[in-house]
T-cell receptor
Framework: AQSVAQPEDQVNVAEGNPLTVKCTYS??????LFWYVQYPNRGLQFLLK??????LVKGSYGFEAEFNKSQTSFHLKKPSALVSDSALYFC???????????FGPGTRLSVLP | NAGVMQNPRHLVRRRGQEARLRCSPM?????VYWYRQLPEEGLKFMVY????????ESGMPKERFSAEFPKEGPSILRIQQVVRGDSAAYFC????????????FGPGTRLTVT
């Protein structure tokens, strides 16, 4: 069965500093990996995905994520955080057999001015 | 191109009443997923439907919950005899199907059971 772990409930960074939100996964077969962001009282917005190819994927709003197969990780990164990046971030995985997406518990990112 | 639509956005029901949540997928999307998000928690998969077909309902509670996606019209998530523990945000997502790697989420319906 697929599973996703986001080991940090909360990440605090100062504006302008780099940020990392961690995600590790477990899946049989090749993983399809995703990051979504949720702002208060809103639905989830797609940020980026890894399906195949280059391990470093770039997404919306300056975010990127690095797929590391040996560490089964897909950490979300941004070189310079903005206060407006403060939100709830979800990592998700889907295997290449099924259709279900499994979401991590979410990490709350706070960017402090 | 309108996104995924959900209505109502907010729904208040007394214990024992029925709640009906609607989801209209994006144009061209024939696959719908329902998720539940409890306060301060992540998304929990409930059910995955294709038009007129339930593909996977492994996340649905065994009783009181049902879902459908008819040939015409929106997908409906129905909760009968609601209890306070059903209070949550319910999100719908849609995709084009088997080769789709992305889901597009609606704004959610916030159900409050009083």
């Amino acid at each position: 069965a697929q599973s996703v772990a986001q080991p940090e409930d909360q990440v605090n960074v100062a504006e302008g500093n780099p940020l990392t939100v961690k995600c590790t996964y477990s899946v049989s077969g090749n993983p399809y990996l995703f990051w979504y962001v949720q702002y208060p009282n809103r639905g989830l917005q797609f940020l980026l995905k890894y399906i195949t190819g280059d391990n470093l994927v770039k997404g919306s709003y300056g975010f990127e994520a690095e797929f590391n197969k040996s560490q089964t990780s897909f950490h979300l990164k941004k070189p310079s955080a903005l206060v407006s990046d403060s939100a709830l971030y979800f990592c998700a995985v889907r295997d290449n057999y099924g259709q279900n997406f499994v979401f991590g518990p979410g990490t709350r990112l706070s960017v402090l001015p | 191109n309108a996104g995924v639509m959900q209505n109502p956005r907010h729904l208040v029901r007394r214990r024992g009443q029925e709640a009906r949540l609607r989801c209209s997928p994006m144009k061209g999307h024939s696959h719908v997923y329902w998720y539940r998000q409890l306060p301060e928690e992540g998304l929990k998969f409930m059910v995955y439907l294709q038009k007129e077909n339930i593909i996977d309902e492994s996340g649905m509670p065994k009783e009181r919950f049902s879902a459908e996606f008819p040939k015409e019209g929106p997908s409906i998530l129905r909760i009968q005899q609601v209890v306070r523990g059903d209070s949550a945000a319910y999100f719908c997502a849609s995709s084009t199907g088997l080769d789709s790697y992305e889901q597009y989420f609606g704004p959610g319906t916030r159900l409050t059971v009083t």
